[in-house]
């Protein structure tokens, strides 16, 4: 970036006393004073039009390289997309989390922990329940990865899990009767977390898995450090790679009795969708990345597969799918309604942009990639069938 270079804010929005407080509880021990500084510029930033960047270091007083520092923060933590044509600069702002998908995401969760001490962390803790759609414009923002986790140790990571002790009340997954799982298994109790639970509760509705076959699956799917001889013993750990081979394998996928074919399993909905043609590992991987990065409910899970199906002409791209995902999960889109009024509020402002001709929908190009998030699993691509 150069102060020359040109900048425009969009999608701009209007912080609440709730985003305020989680600005500062959640994100402010992340990306420090010069970065929230940033964000809250952008927000209440006046320009309607692109102007020259170096107005807006002058007016934070800061170097071109401490701006962008800031900004890179700001991109890893979800709160600015950022997309680059040439010299032009747009800047798209995202809200803060809820508190509950704050303490739920995988990273920032244990950034977190890793930034403030455990007994606040614990406060938040229990109180956590009270893409490119610019024409001709990259995305350059910088991704949250794993590596802002490579001081993490098992003392953190116990302390981390002592605190998610799951209370399977406060388990959000519609349609997959986890507890039930729970009496007809043994599970170890060391894999009784909110995290696995929610993951094989999300994948057997996603996938229409009955409770019997997830059982057997789940049994199957767990790893465990052995010990001299070579017999397993401690440390239990739900290969999630394995798991959802299990389940492509079996293809026993249960029809529901609700008249809603969104309400389908995703397995069968996509399968009718491309002609009765059998799912491939990339079908497999998106919609378990769908219902368990993004969060996104089987309903809409299948009205997105549906309106990305027919707006490419049958070409299902994964990164354009995972960036529409991405900013839905962002915004709380959790039903169908939320998830058309979203497409069709978006066109209006695309089109009073001047971005988009009267009654013609550009597709943009997305070339976010959050594969790499909670279903990074080295044995994916091993076990699913070839």
């Keep these: 970036m150069l102060g020359d270079d040109k900048y425009l804010v969009e999608n701009k929005i209007e912080l609440e006393n709730g985003d305020t407080k989680r600005l500062y509880l959640l994100y402010y021990p992340l990306v420090k004073e010069e970065a929230l500084a940033i964000y809250l510029a952008l927000v209440y930033d006046l320009n309607i039009n692109f102007v020259k960047l170096h107005n807006l270091l002058n007016y934070l007083d800061l170097s071109i390289d401490?701006?962008?520092?800031?900004?890179?923060?700001?991109?890893?933590?979800?709160?600015?997309?950022?997309y680059q044509k040439d010299d032009s600069y747009i800047f798209e702002l995202v809200k803060p989390l809820s508190l509950e998908d704050f303490m739920r995401h995988d990273i920032l969760s244990r950034m977190l922990l890793g930034a403030i001490d455990a007994r606040s962390y614990k406060r938040l803790y229990e109180l956590r329940t009270s893409s490119s759609k610019h024409k001709g414009y990259k995305n350059v923002s910088h991704?949250?990865?794993?590596?802002?986790?490579?001081?993490?140790?098992?003392?953190?990571?116990?302390?981390?899990?002592?605190?998610?002790?799951?209370?399977?009340?406060?388990?959000?997954?519609?349609g997959f009767d986890i507890k039930r799982l729970i009496d007809k298994i043994a599970l170890p109790n060391d894999l009784k977390n909110k995290d696995v639970l929610e993951f094989i509760a999300r994948t057997g509705r996603s996938f229409g898995v009955s409770l019997e076959d997830m059982g057997k699956y789940v049994v199957?799917?767990?790893?465990?450090?052995?010990?001299?001889?070579?017999?397993?013993?401690?440390?239990?750990?739900?290969?999630?790679?394995?798991?959802?081979?299990y389940i492509s394998k079996g293809k026993h996928f249960n029809l529901t009795n609700s008249q809603d074919p969104y309400e389908k399993p995703c397995t069968n909905f996509l399968k009718q969708l491309q002609n009765n043609k059998e799912l491939t590992i990339s079908d497999y991987k998106l919609i378990a990345s769908l219902s368990n990065e993004y969060y996104l409910k089987v309903p809409v899970i299948n009205f997105l597969l549906e309106y990305v199906f027919l707006e490419n002409h049958g070409e299902l791209n994964p990164n354009f799918i995972k960036a529409i995902a991405a900013n839905w999960h962002r915004l709380g889109i959790d039903t169908i309604e939320q998830a058309k009024e979203y497409l069709s509020e978006r066109q209006k402002r695309l089109q009073q942009k001047g971005n988009l001709k009267k009654d013609s929908?550009?597709?943009?190009?997305?070339?976010?990639?959050?594969?790499?998030?909670?279903?990074?699993?080295?044995?994916?691509?091993k076990y699913l069938p070839k």
């Excluded at 799917?221 to 790679?241: M, Q, R, S, V, W």
């Excluded at 929908?361 to 691509?381: E, H, V």
Aim: net charge negative.
């Design 220 to 245: 199957d799917a767990i790893d465990y450090d052995k010990d001299e001889n070579g017999f397993p013993c401690l440390n239990p750990k739900l290969n999630k790679g394995r798991l959802l081979y």
């Design 361 to 381: 929908l550009i597709k943009p190009d997305y070339t976010i990639d959050n594969s790499g998030l909670m279903l990074d699993d080295d044995d994916f691509d």
């Design 143 to 174: 991704i949250l990865e794993y590596a802002h986790l490579n001081k993490w140790n098992k003392s953190q990571e116990k302390k981390y899990q002592n605190i998610k002790k799951v209370n399977l009340e406060e388990l959000d997954v519609e």
């Design 66 to 82: 401490r701006f962008e520092k800031g900004l890179h923060k700001l991109e890893e933590v979800g709160l600015v997309l950022t």
